[in-house]
């Protein structure tokens, strides 16, 4: 955690961090902020502003009893930056100047207002390889992104993963393993998975940190998994699509397809004996493909 935030960082996080207890009103999900900087740049102001005035603007959508609601939480947030700091957490505001430019300029005004995470902050610029797919993808081809990932790390790269997967978590193990550098992007606040011991290990020596648009005081279901793979691209300069299995249910949770045909020409396609129609899509984009089984 940043031993100072900004005024405008401190606006943010009142309005949009859950810090435990949102029984009345909920934070502001990534659309509603928006509205919210939009109406506030338009009329030449900042987030710092809300804090200091008792007429808070008519934003669509949102309304004022709940606004100033989210804004009087104060005191609580100064307890939760404590606790925050003390477990090694810190937070960029879209606001603050050292918030990830690559993330900016990926995703411009779908950037999350708010990053929370654990580890060697500078990593984040450390442009690599992301890795990601749906989440039922056979076993072979995970084999496959793993030796994908190591060579990677030997090459000096970092990897870069997105959510609770069953790739993603073994991609990370690979990565420990040679050791290499990961960014693993979270879709929640969960970020007690640095307690595992290889994590510990791998925070501790700058090899890994860990990212989520959320607060580490949110509630589970609370996530946004729609940016989560969009975020982990953003942080890379080149992306691995590990195609998933049409003898599988289809699920892509974190809209990595979507991810993926963003950036067509960084990306490359990892698939097997037969391609499910979300890769044969890659595929008529032009995208580079890797057999893999």
Known sequence: MKHSLTNDARAILLLCA????EEEFKPLGDAEYNRVATV???SGKRPQDLLETQSLPEI???SSDRLRWLLGRRINLGFCLEEWQRKGYWVFARSDSDYPKAIRASMRNDAPPL?????????LTSEGLAIFGPDAIPEGRIGKACDAAADAAKQGRTVIV???LKM?????????????????VLHDGTLKQRL????RQAIS???LVMVTMQSPKAPKESGETATVSSLAAGFAEEILYVDGSNSNPRKDRFKTTAAALKRPSDCWLLYGRSTTSEGQDLKEKGIRVWKGE
Do not use: C, M, N
């Not at 978590?169 to 960014?183: D, L």
């Open 18 to 21: 859950f810090q435990g207890g």
């Open 40 to 42: 506030l740049y338009r």
């Open 60 to 62: 669509p959508g949102v």
């Open 115 to 123: 990053l929370f995470g654990t580890g060697d902050q500078s990593l």
């Open 162 to 164: 997105a959510g609770h």
């Open 168 to 184: 993603a978590r073994k991609i990370v193990e690979t990565v420990q393993g040679h050791p290499g550098r990961v960014i693993w």
């Open 196 to 199: 595992k011991k290889a994590h």
């Open 205 to 207: 020596s700058d090899q």
